[in-house]
Nanobody
Framework: QVQLVESGGGLVQPGGSLRLSCAAS????????MGWDRQAPGQQRELVAR???????NYADSVKGRFTGSRDNAKNTVYLQMNSLKPEDTAVYYC????????????WGQGTQVTVSS
């Protein structure tokens, strides 16, 4: 049974930072491309980042230069470091596994809320 458990969300002021973590189990983590997507209220889910098994990354244009995805294969954990946060980054952030390099994924976590507001 695949489990993806996100943590690290919360309320942050504009310009602040957060680091999301996602602990994976039930998969051979090291071979999977992992991902982060987000969904704001009333909007479609948006691809945010993909982190390949070798650590290469792809990002949405809206977060390039501000967000950094990384992974620790020894800990079966993927991260999303979010800097210079903007109110428009407010969304539920979902961790995913079994992803295309820039496309859909097979498995999803429950999501963690990120709110950027003063």
């Amino acid at each position: 049974q695949v489990q993806l458990v996100e943590s690290g969300g919360g309320l942050v002021q504009p310009g602040g930072s957060l680091r999301l973590s996602c602990a994976a189990s039930g998969i051979i983590f090291s071979v999977h491309t992992m991902g982060w997507d987000r969904q704001a209220p009333g909007q479609q889910r948006e691809l945010v980042a993909r982190i390949t098994s070798g650590g290469s990354t792809n990002y949405a244009d809206s977060v390039k230069g501000r967000f950094t995805g990384s992974r620790d294969n020894a800990k079966n954990t993927v991260y999303l470091q979010m800097n210079s946060l903007k109110p428009e980054d407010t969304a539920v952030y979902y961790c995913a596994a079994g992803c295309w390099a820039w496309g859909p994924c097979d498995y999803w976590g429950q999501g963690t809320q990120v709110t950027v507001s003063s």
